[in-house]
């Protein structure tokens, strides 16, 4: 196996200003190596792993990584930093800045001694020992372990470091120990899982408690002994994706934060496991539980609750949309699908269940139609459910179902089960905090709090919000078939550039929710929106690929390959394709985008497109209003969109070239090698 790292790919002198320009000049050293084979390749994959979660550590370190096709062999390039460069660390710039290149398929061997070096990133001996190093051989041989590292003299003559009691001599003092099992994941399985790992160990064994943590790396992971569970007095999952097998943690006191929470502030995590453990709270955890990030790195309720009011509402928000999605899907496209065989009036056939032909094509257009109508009718219920779901965990499912099902009672629709969902996790929320005898734990989640929560909720949605909710739904569904001239485009180009902005992400859903709620009681004015939103959605993939096929020397090979699925992912109505090269570079792709999408999103509202499928591309265009209008205007704002980012990527590439050769070494992030 070739060494990690050597001298030549150390920087003791790092100059570079942004975390963009820090990884291309280490990036550029391991290529020069023969260590990576595509620099803008290995750099897009770089970047992607930093969309993902701010790659910076308290204590001046910086951990850009990630697994890449483009790397041959596992690799590490150091540079160090006299100016500190922005890592997104909450206690400023980092100095140490490590790029971690693992390939793909990186056996078990490779991942063992990169999560070795992030074990010791949390050592203060270590990264003291680098900051201090003057010779590029000798700090390459220290981060492999081949140098000793001196533990750091004391203070003042004749006193010891701190140091908290060890766990073994806790126990043998007579006392059984407080004893904590933790789960450490990150995205890419590399660097913060193994942190995170060390750093709670070391917390733990600096309180006196007994920590054991369970890493899972992409690699795998060892589980933890059922034994070590069942003794622990409390769990601690540390993670940026999902925990695996999660039911082995049920009973048990739960803290559930971000990865990076694990990293830097372990000694708080161990104290409010403490407190939790002291309140006797018991977590319900099921195989189906799982955090989304909450714009900090923390997962899960209990990172959620730290974070901004803002980006809390967002992340609840979104919970009841992602699980909503798939019934918009199903029940959509099989509506659009009954359209398309038996025309619009086959919304009024009579049910199949006591009529149905086999041999009649207006029979099975029936049936396709009343099965998605079925799926469409748990939406409002589902969003409310999980929203709710998405504040208080599973005992707020009942009381949000139960508030989406009445805001369809009283005709408050959409914005009713938005209400209806937060109403219920608020009410589970404030019930939870209510102090219960133990005797009564065991049954609050499966009896009493979705007993009372439901019933809080239900009177609520009937007798207090419904009404008033239900007129505001009607004074919108107005003001869309109201829709005209100026006020119709003005909306087209707000939606098209929410569609672009973020590609799938909040901004996007919000508008796909709108549009797909306007589809439950279709009128002309959201049909018209609907038909927007999927046409400025198509947008920024079908642009991507249309750059790539005029423009290949502006792309790297990976960008031209993905510019070929792109066609199909744009044309099926996938915004997600446009991710990888938004990542790589976002400052030119995203504005690109967005002015395509709002130009596609006005002209589609300007010319009367209508749309009763929540999906589908062209796939549905025999089920669009003005379908040839409704292309030109998806045509015209992908030129828009590939124009600009031609435009813009060109000017990159002519700077250097302008510049000179002090173009060729400055730091600037401008300063791009594209690949021809």
Partial sequence: MSELITAELVDLDLSAATKDAAARSLAERMVAAHRVTDLDGFLADVAAREAQMPTGLDGGIGIPHCRSEHVNAPTLAFGRSAAGIDFGAADGPADLIFLIAAPAGADDDHLTILSGLARRLMAPE?????????????????????????????????TEPEAGPEPEAVEAAGSVPFRIVAVTSCPTGIAHTYMAAESLAAAGRAEG??????????????????????????????????????????????????????????????????????????????????????????????????????????????????????????????????????????????????????????????????????????????????????????????????????????????LGGLVAGLLAGAVVMAIQRVPVHATLRGIMPVLVIPLIASAVVGILMFIVVGKPIASLQNALTDWLNGLSGSNAVILGVVLGLMMCFDMGGPLNKVAYAFAVGGLADPTDGSLKVMAAVMAAGMVPPLAMALATTVRKKLFTKTERENGRAAWVLGASFITEGAIPFAAADPLRVIPSVMAGGAVTGALSMAFGATLRAPHGGVFVVPLIGEPFLYLLAIAAGTLVATALVVLLKGARRAAPDAAGEAGATGSDDSRVTVAA
């Fill in 126 to 158: 270590f990264t003291a020992a680098l900051r201090a190093g003057t010779d590029p051989a000798a700090v390459a041989a220290l981060i492999r372990g081949e140098e000793p590292v001196e533990e750091p003299a004391p203070e003042a003559e004749g």
């Fill in 209 to 414: 408690v007994e920590v054991t943590v369970e890493t899972q790396g992409s690699g795998g992971f060892k589980k933890l002994d059922p034994a070590v569970i069942a003794a622990a007095d409390v769990v601690i999952w540390a993670h940026d994706v999902e925990v695996r097998e999660k039911a082995r943690f049920r009973g048990k006191p739960l803290v559930d934060v971000g990865v990076k929470a694990g990293i830097n502030r372990p000694a708080e995590l161990i104290a409010e496991a403490r407190r939790k453990a002291e309140r006797g709270e018991i977590a319900a955890v099921s195989e189906a539980d799982g955090g989304k990030d909450s714009g900090d790195g923390e997962a899960g309720r209990s990172g959620t609750d730290h974070a901004h009011f803002g980006v809390r509402l967002r992340t609840y928000l979104m919970s009841g949309v992602s699980y909503m999605v798939p019934f918009v899907a199903a029940g959509g496209l099989l509506i659009a699908l009954s359209f398309a065989i038996g025309g619009y009036e086959i919304a009024s056939a009579k049910s199949v269940a006591d009529h149905f032909v086999w041999g009649e094509a207006d029979s099975w257009a029936a049936l396709l139609n009343q099965i998605g109508s079925a799926a469409f009718a748990f939406l409002v219920p589902v969003l409310a459910g999980y929203i709710a779901y998405g504040m208080a965990d599973r005992p707020a499912l009942v009381p949000g179902f139960v508030g989406g099902s009445i805001a369809l009672t009283v005709n408050a629709g959409f």
